[in-house]
Nanobody, 118 residues
Framework: QVQLVESGGGLVQPGGSLGLSCAASGTISNVFAMGWYRQAPGKQRELVATITGGGSTNYLDSVKGRFTISRDNAKNTVYLQMNSLKPEDTAVYYC????????????WGQGTQVTVSS
């Protein structure tokens, strides 16, 4: 069982920055990737960014160049630095641990609200 604890959400003005972090604890093994999803009101959940243990990253097109995902393997923690935020980035952001490659499924955090508004 993997537990994920997110922090760092909040309210920020358009053009501002915000950083999220997610610490994983519990039985952590066979992790292929960690990352972030988000879900805005009335919209489907979408994958924002992922990072593998080897450091390979993948981003949603609309956040490329603005968001940066990073990972501290020793601390089992993943980070999302969000710059040049837009109102359309407003959503609940969920941390994930992806172990599907090993048949262990996808683990989710509880979510943290990010609101971009003036």
């Amino acid at each position: 069982q993997v537990q994920l604890v997110e922090s760092g959400g909040g309210l920020v003005q358009p053009g501002g920055s915000l950083g999220l972090s997610c610490a994983a604890s519990g039985t952590i093994s066979n992790v292929f990737a960690m990352g972030w999803y988000r879900q805005a009101p009335g919209k489907q959940r979408e994958l924002v960014a992922t990072i593998t243990g080897g450091g390979s990253t993948n981003y949603l097109d609309s956040v490329k160049g603005r968001f940066t995902i990073s990972r501290d393997n020793a601390k089992n923690t993943v980070y999302l630095q969000m710059n040049s935020l837009k109102p359309e980035d407003t959503a609940v952001y969920y941390c994930i641990v992806d172990r599907r490659r090993y048949g262990l499924g996808l683990s989710w955090g509880q979510g943290t609200q990010v609101t971009v508004s003036s």
